[in-house]
């Protein structure tokens, strides 16, 4: 039998009314939003619900929201019997994929990722850095364009997507230069993002440094469920290469499809999104469409996936609907 990855979004898959339901109908769900709530002092619960979009959009904002309400959404599977054999998170949802493995603990994943999401907008002022996310590229002749358009400023390639996507990340006027670029060297698309910072690359080190010494105060534990980086690509179950790791991919690409060719060449022939949106499940479905890519967001999708699950896991019935509702 195949075995079961557990996949936790980045920023980008944020929206108003984000956990909502699942808060309301399970309990375990609505246990993490209200601590969140009172590791970070203020109602995150709220900005998650109800908005307003702007303040979600704040990465200092976006970072704790979508941790938390994946892990919200971890939580539930977790009550209905559901366990990953591996589990992986794109950029900022490594840190959401180590609260499940037991390496972080919520309350102080949170306030970490909120740090993070100060520290990285801060790295850079406003308006200096961009992204752009280039469409049908192959990784060396994105490389080159980036090399081209450089000109003594940082343009890199950032997140490694999927055999169609690749995001570059640097100086505004270089990742204009380069966006340009890849069009004449044949890109299908090249898409401004609208990002407030350069993630993943090296004008991202102060943040990097940043982060270092708030680490001295965190606690990192055995992961009880062993995770692909992003940073290697490879799996990891010791604390110190967790932290290691974590430090390492502020300024490093994301090696988005490389981590998942790991998980399918280790036997995960099924993978849910845990936490908000489906962007996850797409990019998997351009990597390799012999797997099953699943999602869980809402109590809709919770039982979609419940559904396909049922026949490998038919012992494990989901929470009776009264108990669900309490």
Request: aromatic share 4%; proline share 7%; charged share 20%.
């Amino acid at each position: 039998m195949g075995k079961l990855a557990f996949i936790f979004p980045g920023q980008g898959s944020q929206r108003a009314g984000m956990g909502k339901e699942l808060a309301e109908q399970f309990p375990a769900a609505r246990a993490v939003f209200d601590q969140a709530d009172q590791a970070l002092g203020f109602p995150l619960s709220t900005l998650c619900f109800e908005g307003p979009e702007e303040e979600l959009k704040l990465t200092a904002n976006t970072q704790p929201a979508i941790l938390t309400t994946s892990v919200a959404a971890y939580r539930v599977l977790e009550e209905q019997g559901i366990a990953p054999d591996y589990v992986a998170g794109h950029s900022l949802g490594e840190y959401s994929a180590l609260v499940a493995s037991d390496c972080l603990s919520l309350s102080e994943a949170v306030v970490t990722v909120r740090n993070r999401g100060t520290y990285m907008q801060e790295a850079v002022p406003a308006g200096q850095g961009a992204m752009a996310a280039l469409l049908g590229l192959p990784l060396p002749e994105v490389q080159q364009v980036c090399e081209q358009a450089a000109q003594g400023q940082v343009v890199v390639p950032a997140n490694l997507n999927s055999p169609g996507q690749i995001v570059i990340s640097g100086h505004k006027e270089a990742v204009e230069r380069a966006a340009a670029a890849a069009k004449d060297a044949g890109a299908k698309r090249a898409v401004l993002l609208p990002v407030s910072a350069p993630f993943h690359s090296s004008l991202l080190q102060p943040a990097a440094a940043r982060l270092e010494n708030d680490f001295q105060r965190i606690r990192f534990g055995g992961l009880s469920i062993p995770l692909v980086t992003n940073v290697d690509a490879e799996v990891i179950e010791t604390p110190q290469a967790a932290r290691d790791a974590l430090l390492r991919q502020v300024p490093a690409p994301v090696r988005w499809e490389e981590s998942m060719r790991k998980l399918i060449e280790l036997g995960c022939d099924c993978f849910i999104e845990v936490g908000p949106g489906k962007v996850l499940a797409g990019l998997l479905r351009q990597i390799d469409r012999s797997v099953r890519a699943l999602s869980v967001e809402d109590p809709a999708s919770l039982e979609k996936t419940l559904a396909a699950l049922a026949p490998p896991t038919a012992g494990l019935a989901p929470a009776p609907k009264s108990e669900a509702a309490s």
